[in-house]
């Protein structure tokens, strides 16, 4: 299952975007989406998202 981004939580940052491998992290308004069907579910974003905005979906 895909991690997801906590629309709330985020806080735009971008760490979690230039640290994704497959580059399935993207801008969305105020906050960074994760398009599921790319998301390998390698965590990779969670551990350097310094809100806390990332889990496992």
Do not use: L, Q
């Amino acid at each position: 299952m895909a991690y997801v981004i906590d629309k709330d939580a985020c806080t735009n940052c971008g760490a979690c975007a230039s640290e994704c491998p497959v580059s399935a992290i993207s801008e969305g308004n105020g906050f960074h989406v994760i398009n599921p069907d790319v998301c390998i579910d390698c965590g990779a974003c969670e551990s350097v998202c310094p809100a806390d905005a990332i889990s496992a979906g």
